[in-house]
């Protein structure tokens, strides 16, 4: 018993060509790009790793910073409050770096 695929109809049409590639601007849904635009600016995460990397660098400067500046004004717990300080205050900041990145980015457009 061997496996062969089962014999084709009788009435396919062996001259039919296939259908041609769209081209990409077509291809896809629009409602879907759409709502990752919103997803991904509003709702979401941020997909975007550019931007991703420009928060983290922002996070790592500002907590540093807020450690030192702790450190030296409160020795005893001035490090962990810093930090924590720096932390939030670095987050609300990057927002700010990376719409003004977008910002120049699109005048240059």
Known sequence: MTS??????KDVNRSAQPLPVQPLEYQGNKAADESKRVFDRVAGP???VRDNLIQLACVIVGSAAGAIVGRAF????????GLLIGLV???ILSGGVIGLIRFLGARRH
Do not use: K
Request: no cysteine.
């Open 46 to 48: 941020n997909l975007r």
């Open 74 to 81: 409160w020795p005893q717990m001035g490090l962990a409050v």
């Open 4 to 9: 062969q695929p089962p014999p084709l109809p």
């Open 89 to 91: 205050a670095s987050l």
